[in-house]
């Protein structure tokens, strides 16, 4: 059996339960900082600079792109296109890109097979990064992770009522898709065990309810015995938003990720919102001291 040897570019939230989840199956995993010092890595994960990867894709059997695009495009690629096309070993690559490059659909859903139609400059970088990434490495397996709203321990409405600022915004026929952080670390260790044939593949990464904020924003606070914020209409609150935030609630798209789980052979562990924050508080709770 040929070893499996995966470099992963960004170790942040996602990235980290990735390399974690890689490292538990007994794969040699390297993850890569713009500034790893004082940083920690899960157990059996070797954390390097980024400027240090080079050595490394020489041996590389998967690699996996977190890190968003710039204005100067793929970092990964920026630095390190020709390493990782001419990489001798390198039988796979996933990137993590967004569900933002769908665009606004009105509301309608959208599916693996459904073309891009981004219509902010972050959603474009995206796309361009994705066929970066598919033209880098011509005859090989490359997985594009369409990823919609990522949540999880420490990043939650659980969060953003104990400090405050969770707000309930009401937008009739708005809905927002998500995905559980184990699930995303999930559909990556599937996709990359996978022996399939060469070229690109899209996979979505939402799960199976989208929902309003407003929604998830109440059953969290019904979870914590909470009274929940107020309802704000949505003219109301868009003054306030940030360019980010009003982009955001400008586009309105229900993702379906059936062919995705089927191609994965998994079903998601919190196919709505609903078990996703159960099992987080159920996690909090095991956590505190006795």
Known sequence: MIEANLILFGLGYTGTAIAAGAAALGWRVTATSRNPSGRSAPSGVALISFADAAAVLAETTHVVQTAAPDEHGDPALARYSVEISRSPRLRWAGYLSTTGVYGDRDGDWVDEDTPVAPTVPRAQRRVAAENAWVAALPGRPVDLFR??????????????????QARRVLKPGHLFG?????????????????????????????????????????EAARLLDMEPPPLIPFAEA???????????????RRVRSEKTQAQLGLRWQYPT?????????????AKRPA
């Open 238 to 252: 868009v003054g306030s938003m940030s360019a980010m935030g009003r982009s955001f609630w400008n586009e309105n």
């Open 147 to 164: 990823v919609a709203g990522i949540y999880g321990p420490g990043r939650s409405a659980f969060d953003d009522l104990r400090s405050g």
């Open 273 to 285: 919102y609903r078990e996703g924050l159960r099992a987080i508080l159920q996690q909090e709770v």
């Open 178 to 218: 998500r995905i559980h952080r184990d699930d995303i670390a999930a559909a990556v260790l599937a996709a990359m065990q996978q022996a399939r044939p060469p070229g690109p593949r899209v996979l979505n990464l939402a799960d199976d309810e989208p929902a309003a904020s407003a929604d998830v924003t109440a």
